[in-house]
């Protein structure tokens, strides 16, 4: 028989445990961790060359090349967007990089945000050969709604359907429900999310050409809509207590895991970048991005290339 002072050690160690499991939503992390490796393995080797399109604060382990489009703005995610691999600033729709050059493309959390998914689809299917696009469902939605949010997505095959809302949400009262009795508490939200994965999400493997239909036209400017812009934050999310001690402990798990998946290489911008307005060739100074073809010239923030056309000046008259 245990001694009880090591039998309440043995309690101590596992309500500590539990605490740290719930309250840090250690489940939903290795469920992610399980996920993305397994996706990794299959179809990514260490070799290829992966972009992450809308890579916002939690990029997908795989990816050697992230790409977003709101730099300052989290809106649209949940915190500041992750600096820890190379990042250019671009728009889904009209992406700044050669074609072809991607082995794949990542899209989590992006397509259901989209103003012109048809757009970003041509773009995707034009820099990378094969693709991953992970987006909540139609029935997501009805249980709750997100102002960010323009879509009502659907698989059918080999295709993706989508409806547009006429609403910001969709079912007010299933909404309601739905965030007071699990969307308030994060560790029910995560083991709800878990356990119908399947059921309350689209995961779009393709290789080629992504396919869409497109059903309607969102209603941006309907009320209750939210838009995130690309030259000051609309929002800016700073977390604190457990959640702000989590995503400390992800980074670095986030990098490590990369290093494990992929191979270690250095990211020359310079080989894989091209102009989003015509795809021409580009040169890179200290402080822009230049086109050689449209004359176009993009700037460098801190290191980062905004490749967005409206930010970009035109060198000399065409």
């Known amino acids: 028989m245990l001694p009880i002072s090591l039998l309440a050690i043995i309690g101590f160690i596992s309500l500590v445990a539990i605490f740290v499991w719930r309250r840090l939503r250690l489940r939903s992390a290795w469920f992610m961790l399980k996920q993305q490796i397994a996706w990794s393995r299959k179809f990514t080797p260490r070799h290829k060359l992966v972009l992450d399109v809308g890579a916002g604060n939690n990029p997908h382990l795989r990816a050697d090349v992230l790409c977003e489009k709101y730099l300052h703005d989290d809106l649209h995610r949940g915190g500041s967007a992750a600096l820890d691999r190379p990042l250019v600033v671009g728009d889904a729709s009209a992406l700044p990089f050669k074609a072809k050059v991607f082995d794949a493309i990542i899209a989590r959390a992006l397509i259901e945000h989209l103003e012109d998914p048809q757009s970003f689809f041509s773009e995707a299917g034009r820099v990378a050969k094969s693709g991953l696009f992970v987006a909540p469902n139609a029935t997501y939605e009805q249980l709750h709604s997100f102002s960010t949010h323009l879509w009502l997505i659907e698989q059918q095959a080999d295709e993706l359907h989508f409806t547009a809302k006429t609403q910001a949400v969709v079912n007010p009262p299933l909404n309601e429900f739905f965030t007071q009795h699990v969307m308030n508490d994060l560790a029910k939200l995560d083991n709800f999310t878990i356990e119908h994965w399947d059921s309350l999400r689209i995961t779009y493997q393709w290789t080629g050409q992504p396919k869409g239909i497109i059903n309607g036209q969102p209603q941006i400017d309907?009320?209750?809509?939210?838009?995130?812009?690309?030259?000051?934050?609309?929002?800016?999310?700073?977390?604190?207590?457990?959640?702000?001690?989590?995503?400390?402990?992800?980074?670095?798990?986030?990098?490590?895991?990369?290093?494990?998946?992929?191979?270690?290489?250095?990211?020359?911008?310079?080989?894989?970048?091209?102009?989003?307005?015509?795809?021409?060739?580009?040169?890179?100074?200290?402080?822009?991005?230049?086109?050689?073809?449209?004359?176009l010239s993009y700037p460098i923030e801190n290191g980062i290339p905004i490749m967005l056309i409206d930010r970009a000046r035109l060198l000399i008259p065409e």
């Open 222 to 295: 309907a009320a209750g809509f939210e838009h995130a812009s690309t030259v000051e934050p609309t929002m800016h999310h700073q977390l604190a207590g457990l959640e702000k001690w989590r995503a400390l402990i992800k980074k670095p798990m986030r990098v490590f895991a990369h290093s494990l998946l992929s191979a270690q290489r250095s990211i020359n911008l310079a080989e894989i970048i091209a102009c989003p307005k015509c795809h021409g060739d580009i040169a890179i100074t200290s402080n822009t991005v230049n086109c050689s073809i449209c004359h």
